[in-house]
């Protein structure tokens, strides 16, 4: 697994690639916990080129949830695999995140009113 934080303005994405299971579970909480950190105005995380998702997976995005709404941050979520959406909806998670088929949509959904 790989992982790579842009800025974009005051966003940040957490772009991720390879397979999210316990072997890859350090790089990805790190990457998120560092983003986190930074307290950006949205966090968006790139899922796209995430091939294997696994409940490792799902256990990382759910703490950092947690911790995104305990301060303030929105997360969303962007182009899930039909696979990774297939396990939220399993496990009844779904509903918790919001989902963007792109970066640049969900910027633009998530972008303050002037």
Do not use: K, Y
Not at 15 to 38: K, N
Not at 58 to 85: C, D, F, K, M, Q
Not at 93 to 113: C, I, M
């Amino acid at each position: 697994m790989s992982s790579e934080i842009l800025r974009i303005g005051d966003a940040l994405v957490c772009v991720f690639a390879g397979d999210m299971v316990l072997d890859s579970e350090p790089v990805a909480a790190l990457a998120l916990t560092a983003a986190l950190d930074s307290r950006p105005a949205l966090l968006a995380v790139d899922l796209s080129g995430v091939e294997l998702f696994t409940s490792t997976g799902l256990n990382l995005l759910l703490i950092a949830r947690r911790r995104a709404l305990a301060e303030g941050i929105p997360l969303v979520l962007v182009a899930p695999s039909p696979r990774t959406v297939r396990m939220l909806e399993i496990t009844e998670t779904d509903t918790l995140f919001t989902v963007r088929t792109t970066v640049d949509e969900a910027l633009r959904q998530h972008r303050p009113s002037d």
